[in-house]
């Protein structure tokens, strides 16, 4: 399995980025997709997931501001980040989970975003 993250960079304020996942190695159509951040000194966080459905959870400090989505022709994810703040500044990782407990769950290995003038 493998979850390649690409897109990443450095930013001004108030810009934007998109950040794309490939997949391969698993039946893409049926995982809950994800994109989770961490940054430096903080805990891991979720910013939004997209299920096999395609109804999406986000975590409370993107709202409004970053969007998922998903390509299952193409075993890709996007997140679509605008109005970037200094403090979305960490690594960006793609996340792959199936079933409850989760049955299979998979990491890629980040892609660096900063925002900074």
């Known amino acids: 399995v493998q979850l390649v993250e690409s897109g990443g960079g450095l930013v001004q304020p108030g810009g934007s980025l998109r950040l794309s996942c490939a997949a391969s190695?698993?039946?893409?159509?049926?995982?809950?997709m994800g994109w989770y951040r961490q940054a430096p000194g903080k805990q891991r966080e979720l910013v939004l997931s997209?299920?096999?459905?395609?109804?999406?959870n986000a975590g409370d400090s993107v709202k409004g501001r970053f969007s998922i989505s998903r390509d299952n022709a193409k075993n890709t994810v996007f997140l679509q980040m605008n109005s970037l703040k200094s403090e979305d500044t960490a690594v960006y990782y793609c996340?792959?989970?199936?079933?409850?407990?989760?049955?299979?769950?998979?990491w890629g290995q980040g892609t660096q975003v900063t925002v900074s003038s």
């Open positions: 996340n792959a989970k199936y079933g409850l407990s989760p049955v299979a769950d998979y």
């Open positions: 190695g698993i039946m893409f159509s049926i995982y809950t």
């Open positions: 997209i299920g096999s459905g395609g109804g999406t």
